[in-house]
């Protein structure tokens, strides 16, 4: 049984999202995506502490013809497993690309577009040299650029990774971890590797008002970044009450459903345009 929920997504019976075979056949088909042109990337803003839009995070979606909007929930965790995810990586990368000439050519400038990279694809060897060599090819700014990584693709792989981002850092290209707090228990990395950000994980930001500790936290996390030279973002941001808490705890920047859904790349631009004049 499917029925198209909020976001369009379709909904899978429990069964059908379990099967291996469903898997397989999911990953079959997401292997000829980027041919069929199945694939495009929409762009979240994300607000300074005055409501300016300072970032885009470039999220992926999969419009299948018959199975229709697949999350990328579904999907990106499939391609982790192979070789699939750097192909689905390389394209992120090219369209992301494509938008930062976009947003030039229509005079609207961001402090950069941020993009989710998986561990497999960051941890390659590879990364750094082509991302750069990608960049210079379509005449970007490194610093437009903000790289996505969890605390799994920055350290589970250490050695690879630590060079890979001193490479990158040395070029201008800042580094965000994801899904702050969610993953490795030890902070210590966070003195030993070159990042400019943390995204603070939407499951704190939804407890934010529930009770002493979970503001406590969300405090704690907001000021030791500040403490280690680092900015925070906000994810999941979808009430004023959080955002009032998020505000006079000095998070720096924000972004959720309360400021804007992830928009197709004309509706980001005309986003903006509006968010200037207005
Ligand atoms: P993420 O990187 O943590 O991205 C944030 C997710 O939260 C997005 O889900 C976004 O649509 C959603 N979101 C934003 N604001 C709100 C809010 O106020 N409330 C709620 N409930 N959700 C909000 P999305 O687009 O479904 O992406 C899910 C995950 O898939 C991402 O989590 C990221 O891990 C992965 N992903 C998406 N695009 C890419 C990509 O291009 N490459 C890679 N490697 N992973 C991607
Ligand atoms: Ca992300
Ligand atoms: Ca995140
Ligand atoms: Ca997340």
Not at 57 to 78: C, D, T, V, Y
Not at 219 to 240: C, F, P, R, S, W
Not at 242 to 271: H, M, V, W
């Amino acid at each position: 049984v499917k029925e198209k929920g909020r976001d369009g997504y379709l909904l899978y019976s429990e069964g059908m999202e379990e099967s291996a075979h469903h898997s397989l056949h999911i990953k079959s088909e997401l292997s000829e995506a980027i041919a069929l042109n199945q694939l495009s990337l929409v762009y979240q803003p994300i607000v300074d502490r005055n409501g300016k839009v300072v970032c885009a995070e470039a999220l992926l979606r999969w419009q299948h013809h018959e199975m229709g909007n697949i999350p990328p929930s579904k999907f990106i965790p499939l391609a982790e497993g192979s070789s699939l995810i750097e192909e689905l990586g390389d394209w992120v990368l090219h369209e992301s690309c494509n938008f930062i000439n976009q947003l030039k050519a229509k005079h609207v400038s961001l402090d950069a577009v941020a993009i989710n990279v998986s561990a497999r694809q960051f941890n390659q060897g590879e990364f750094a040299s082509s991302l750069l060599k990608v960049i210079s090819d379509l005449g970007i700014k490194a610093s437009s650029i903000e790289l996505e990584l969890t605390e799994y693709a920055l350290l589970s792989n250490l050695d690879v990774a630590k060079q890979a981002m001193e490479q990158l850092k040395r070029a201008g290209i800042s580094i965000a971890v994801d899904d702050f707090g969610t993953g490795y228990s030890s902070l210590s990395y966070l003195q030993s590797i070159p990042l400019s950000r943390l995204k603070l994980d939407a499951t704190f930001v939804s407890k934010i008002g529930e009770n002493n500790s979970s503001n406590a936290i969300v405090k704690a996390i907001i000021d030791m970044a500040h403490g280690l030279n680092l900015q925070i973002v906000a994810e999941g941001v979808e009430t004023q009450e959080q955002y009032d808490f998020l505000l006079k705890n000095q998070c720096d920047t924000f972004q959720g459903y309360l400021f804007s859904r992830p928009l197709k790349e004309a509706d980001f631009i005309e986003y903006i345009e509006h968010s200037q004049i207005g």
